[in-house]
């Protein structure tokens, strides 16, 4: 059973450029949450995704950054016009049901670097 | 101001000692979880822990949760070379979504050999 899938594992992008980051959960799975890793600080909530749904972007900067999750294929999370504060890592995780004990599995991020 | 305080920041110990780590919050939580984060991967859930009170072992590794459900510690015994890594723990609000993790901002430990 494969885990949580991301690609690419790297990505550099220049200013004003869009970036598009991928993450297929893990079997069974159909919860997925994007979270943001920057430099010197702690994964940071952006949104939670349902097929099909967004359940909560409140982590989500107002522009520019966007996500889904379709009926077939993987999440995306989408940055419009990168800026070089964009540069973190990105981790997706997904999790089989949501709750309070819910678990959430990382896959091994994506790391965005603007130039 | 993290929500969640972790502290140390960093520690370095030598190979056989033992460690503790802790988590703090001034809110209660319902859920909490412990991760191991190595450099250029996704972090790895360890354990979680729901009831206050609460005390899990994993092997040399173990984890109490406060009886407020405020707070929690990860002791580790005898550490090795390969307990290296970014520990972090994340909590799921009581007054909170239910979906979001909230991460406290890690301890860096390094065991030397």
């Known amino acids: 059973n494969a885990g949580v899938m991301q690609n690419p594992r790297h990505l550099v992008r220049r200013r004003g450029q869009e970036a598009r980051l991928r993450c297929s959960p893990m079997k069974g799975h159909s919860h997925v949450y994007w979270y943001r890793q920057l430099p010197e600080e702690g994964l940071k909530f952006m949104v939670y995704?349902?097929?099909?749904?967004?359940?909560?972007e409140s982590g989500m900067p107002k522009e520019r950054f966007s996500a889904e999750f379709p009926k077939e294929g993987p999440s995306i999370l989408r940055i419009q016009q990168v800026v070089r504060g964009d540069s973190a890592a990105y981790f997706c995780a997904s999790s089989p049901h949501t709750g309070e004990n819910t678990e959430a599995f990382f896959g091994q991020g994506t790391r965005l670097t603007v130039v | 101001t993290q929500l969640l305080e972790q502290s140390p920041q960093f520690l370095s110990i030598q190979e056989g000692e033992n460690l503790t780590v802790y988590c703090n919050s001034s809110s209660v939580f319902s859920s909490l979880q412990w991760y191991r984060q190595e450099p250029g991967e996704g972090p790895v859930l360890l354990v979680t822990v729901v009831t206050g009170g609460e005390v899990k072992k994993l092997k040399r590794l173990t984890f109490q949760f406060g009886d407020a459900r405020k707070d929690s510690s990860l002791h580790i015994t005898a550490a090795q070379p390969g307990d290296t890594g970014l520990y972090l723990c994340a909590g799921v609000l009581s007054s909170g979504s239910a979906r979001q993790l909230t991460f406290g901002s890690g301890t860096q430990l390094t065991v030397l050999p």
């Open positions: 995704l349902q097929k099909e749904n967004i359940i909560d």
